[in-house]
C-alpha cells in the first residue's frame, strides 16, 4: 500500500508538477494588465491589413518635411492609416478630420500628434533658451501649459522634446535642445516629458509625448544637418545616451530615431540601438516611430536597394511605426508572406501602439481632446502668459555690462535700433508654427509700456547675405540700407543710450539651417560698429537660435542680452530685464565660440597627455595642444553668465578627503554673499574631476547644480 501509494503520489506529483507548470505558462502569456488584456482583445479581432495600418502615421502637409502624404483623409477614412499628425486648424477643424476613425471598421482612434516643441498658441522661448534658466520646476511648468493648449484643440501626442546632446553651434538644431551637458540635459527632458504627460495619461490635458531624435543626432559631423554622426561606445555613454535614457525612465510614451547613421547602420535600422539597447538593455515599453520618411531614406543611406527592404529592415531592427514614408504599409503583408518579416515583430509593434492609445484615454473617450469651450479659455491666458514672461525672464543671459550701463533708468532717453526691434514673428522659432504671432510683444512695445522715451528706427537689414535673399524673397537694397542707416544714427545722436536688438532670422536656425559662417549678418555689424562710434553707450540684445562668433562684436557693445529667440512676451520680458525689474540669472547652457576654427568646442572635454593652459600664447613648437592662430579657451563658456549684483563664494568644506565605496555621499559646503545692490539669482554649479580614472575623464563635470537659491534645489 504504501509502495503503490508512494507510486500514485508520485505519478501524482509529477502530474501535478506538469498541469501547474502549463497554468503558469499560460498565465505567463497572459497579460496582466488591463491594458494588456483590451489589446489582445482588440488584436484577436483585427485583420493583417488593420495591423499594418497601426503602424502607419501620415501627414497632410509638407511644413516640417519634404513631402505631404497623398490623400491623407480617404487614407484616414479607409483604414488604412492609423495614425496623423500636422493636422492645422480649428478645433473643429481638427475633430472633423480625427473623426475620420469612426468610418473604419473597429473604429480605432487615431494618435493626433504635432510639434510643440515650446509651446503651442503661447510660445515660450526656445528650448535652448529655457535651458538657460536651469530652472527645471519653471521648464515643466511651460511643457504643461503647452500640453493644456495643445491637447484642448485635439492634439493627443507631441513630438517633444528634443535632447540631443550638440557641441556643433554650426548645427541650426541646437536651438531645440538643452545644450552640451548631459547631466543637465537629462534633469531638462525629465521635467518636460513630466509636464506633457502630467501623472495620468489619460487626463484630458495630457499629451503623450515623444524624445527625439534617438540617437546621438547633436553629433552630425561638421555641424551639417542629416550628417553621419561616428563616435565611441565610451563616448556615446558618457555623453549623448543620458538625455535618452532619462526620458525612458521618466515614463516617456514613445522615441522618435534620427536621420543620421550609428556605427555605419541609419538609426531607423539599428537592431543595437532598437533592440538590444532600447528594449534589452534599458527596458522602453512605448514605442518607436521613425523620422520623417526615414524608411526610405535607407535607400539613399545606402544600406536598403528598394522601400520593401528599407521596412523589413527597419521592422525586424525593432521600429514599429513609419512616419510619412507609407513603405510599411505598402510592403510588410507581402513581406511576412515571404517569411521575411514573423507575425510576431507585426504584432509586437501594432500592441505597443495600442497600449499607447489605452493609456491616452482614448479607447474610452476617443475625443476627449476635442473641447473648444476649453480651448477658447485656456489658450493664451493671463497666467500662461505670464508663465511664458517669467520663462523669457530667465532664459536671458547677461554676457557683458561694462560701467554697469544696465540696468538703463527709465529716464534716460532711448535709441531702440535694430531688425529685431520691432517685428513679431521673429520672436518665434521656425517650430512654434502654430504659435499666435498677433499676440506677441514686440522689444518696441515692451520698452514703450516702462518708459515714455523711446524713439525707434530700424537701422539695418537682416541680412545682405545671398543666399537668404534668394530664399526667403527677402530684398537687400543698398540705397535704403544706407537711409536706414543714416535715420538710425541720427536718432542714436539725441539719445543717452542706444539699445540695437540684432541677429538671426527665424529662418537661420532649426531644421536643416546649418551654416558655416556664424556671425551676425555684415549688414548688421556695420550698424553696430557706427552706433558705437557715437559715442554713446550701446546694450546689445541678440535674437538668435545659437551660439553665435561675437569676438569682433564686443569691442562695439558695452553690454550684451543674449535673448534667443524670445517668444509670446518678448517686449515685456526684455523690458524687465533691460530696465533691473528682473535681474538676469541665465546660466550658458552651450559655449560661444571665439571662432568656427575652435568647433567642436565644449567645457567637458578632455585635458590630453600635452594640455595648453589657455592665456599662455603658444610661442612656436611649444608641443603642446593648442593653436598657433587661436586660444583653446571660448568666448564664453558653458555656465556663465553675469548679474546686476556681484555673488562672493567662500572656501569650499568637503565631508571627507577620501570616498569608499559607491554608496558614500560627499557633502560640499560653501558660503554664497550677495555683495552687490541689487536682489538677485544664482545658480551654483558643482563640477568633478576624477584626476586618476581607468579611462580618461573631463577636466571638469557637471554633476551637481542648485538654481535660484531661495526656492528650489533640484
Ligand atoms: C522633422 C523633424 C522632427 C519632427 C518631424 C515631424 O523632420 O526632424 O524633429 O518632429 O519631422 O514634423
Not at 347 to 375: H, M, Q, S, T, V
Not at 664 to 675: D, H, Q
Request: hydrophobic share 40%; proline share 4%.
Amino acid at each position: 500500500m504504501f509502495i503503490t501509494m508512494k507510486k500514485n503520489y508520485n505519478f501524482f506529483i509529477r502530474h501535478f508538477l506538469v498541469l501547474g507548470l502549463f497554468a503558469w505558462l499560460l498565465s505567463a502569456c497572459q497579460p496582466k494588465t488591463e491594458h494588456g488584456k483590451f489589446t489582445n482583445n482588440l488584436m484577436a479581432k483585427m485583420t493583417i491589413e488593420e495591423k499594418i495600418a497601426q503602424l502607419n502615421l501620415v501627414t497632410p502637409t509638407s511644413k516640417t518635411g519634404p513631402f505631404a502624404t497623398k490623400n491623407v483623409l480617404e487614407k484616414l477614412k479607409e483604414g488604412t492609416a492609423g495614425n496623423v499628425y500636422s493636422i492645422m486648424g480649428s478645433p473643429e477643424f481638427i475633430h472633423e478630420r480625427v473623426s475620420l476613425a469612426d468610418s473604419t471598421r473597429l473604429k480605432i482612434p487615431f494618435l493626433n500628434g504635432l510639434d510643440i516643441i515650446h509651446g503651442y498658441k503661447t510660445v515660450f522661448p526656445i528650448p535652448l533658451g529655457l535651458s538657460c534658466s536651469w530652472d527645471s520646476v519653471l521648464i515643466e511648468k511651460t511643457a504643461r501649459v503647452a500640453a493644456i493648449e495643445g491637447s484642448a484643440v485635439g492634439y493627443n501626442w507631441t513630438f517633444s522634446p528634443m535632447v540631443d546632446i550638440t557641441r556643433d553651434p554650426r548645427w541650426g538644431r541646437v536651438m531645440e535642445g538643452a545644450g552640451e551637458d548631459p547631466y543637465l540635459g537629462s534633469i531638462i527632458a525629465r521635467a518636460m516629458i513630466k509636464g506633457y504627460q502630467g501623472d495620468d495619461l489619460s487626463n484630458p490635458s495630457s499629451l503623450m509625448a515623444c524624445v527625439k531624435h534617438m540617437g546621438m543626432y547633436g553629433a552630425s559631423e561638421a555641424g551639417r544637418d542629416y550628417n553621419t554622426t561616428d563616435m565611441s561606445r565610451l563616448t556615446m555613454y558618457q555623453n549623448y545616451l543620458p538625455p535618452y535614457k532619462a526620458a525612458i525612465d521618466a515614463g516617456v510614451g514613445s522615441i522618435m530615431t534620427s536621420f543620421n547613421d550609428i556605427d555605419g547602420v541609419p538609426a531607423t535600422a539599428n537592431k543595437w540601438l532598437l533592440t538590444d539597447l532600447l528594449r534589452k538593455e534599458w527596458g522602453f515599453k512605448g514605442f518607436v516611430v521613425s523620422d520623417y520618411n526615414c524608411i526610405q531614406e535607407l535607400i539613399a543611406h545606402g544600406v536598403a536597394a528598394n522601400y520593401k527592404q528599407a521596412a523589413e529592415l527597419s521592422i525586424n531592427a525593432g521600429l514599429d511605426m513609419d512616419m510619412a514614408s507609407e513603405s510599411i504599409v505598402a510592403s510588410l503583408k507581402e513581406s511576412i508572406g515571404e517569411g521575411k518579416v514573423s507575425m510576431k515583430q507585426l504584432d509586437n509593434a501594432c500592441r505597443r501602439i495600442l497600449e499607447a492609445k489605452y493609456k491616452l484615454g482614448l479607447f474610452e473617450d476617443p475625443y476627449r481632446n476635442y473641447d473648444p469651450k476649453r480651448a477658447e479659455k485656456v489658450i493664451l491666458s493671463d497666467n500662461h502668459k505670464l508663465l511664458a514672461r517669467e520663462a523669457t525672464c530667465k532664459s536671458m543671459v547677461l554676457l557683458k555690462n561694462d560701467n554697469n550701463v544696465l540696468p538703463l533708468n527709465n529716464e534716460s532717453r532711448i535709441a531702440l535700433i535694430g531688425p529685431f526691434a520691432n517685428v513679431k514673428n521673429q520672436m518665434f522659432s521656425m517650430w512654434a508654427f502654430r504659435g499666435e504671432t498677433d499676440s506677441v510683444v514686440t522689444i518696441l512695445n515692451g520698452l514703450k509700456k516702462q518708459s515714455s522715451k523711446v524713439t525707434y528706427a530700424e537701422g539695418s537689414f537682416v541680412t545682405n547675405e545671398p543666399v537668404f535673399l534668394k530664399k526667403s524673397r527677402a530684398y537687400y537694397n543698398e540705397e535704403e540700407q544706407k537711409e536706414m542707416l543714416a535715420n538710425a544714427l541720427d536718432l542714436a545722436k539725441k539719445s543717452d543710450v542706444i539699445v540695437a536688438v540684432l541677429g538671426e532670422a527665424m529662418n537661420m536656425s532649426g531644421e536643416a539651417k546649418s551654416k558655416t559662417d556664424i556671425s551676425i549678418p555684415d549688414c548688421q555689424r556695420e550698424l553696430l560698429k557706427k552706433l558705437k562710434a557715437t559715442g554713446k553707450p550701446v546694450v546689445l540684445v541678440l535674437i538668435n537660435g545659437r551660439p553665435l562668433i561675437l569676438l569682433d562684436d564686443l569691442q562695439y557693445a558695452d553690454a550684451i542680452i543674449e535673448a534667443w529667440r524670445p517668444g509670446t512676451m518678448a517686449g515685456d520680458a526684455v523690458a524687465d530685464v533691460l530696465f533691473g525689474k528682473y535681474n538676469p540669472s541665465g546660466k550658458l547652457t552651450m559655449t560661444f565660440p571665439r571662432s568656427v576654427g575652435q568647433i567642436p568646442i565644449y567645457y567637458n572635454h578632455k585635458n590630453t597627455g600635452r594640455p595648453y593652459v589657455d592665456g599662455q600664447r603658444g610661442g612656436l613648437m611649444k608641443f603642446k595642444s593648442y593653436y598657433l592662430d587661436e586660444l583653446n579657451a571660448p568666448l564664453f563658456p558653458f555656465g556663465y553668465g553675469l548679474s546686476y549684483t556681484s555673488f562672493e563664494y567662500g572656501d569650499i568644506v568637503l565631508s571627507d578627503t577620501l570616498l569608499i565605496g559607491n554608496d558614500k555621499a560627499l557633502e560640499a559646503k560653501f558660503s554664497i554673499t550677495n555683495t552687490g545692490k541689487y536682489a538677485g539669482e544664482e545658480t551654483v554649479q558643482l563640477y568633478l574631476n576624477d584626476l586618476v580614472a581607468s579611462v580618461a575623464r573631463p577636466v571638469k563635470e557637471l554633476k551637481k547644480f542648485i538654481y535660484n537659491l531661495e526656492n528650489q534645489k533640484n
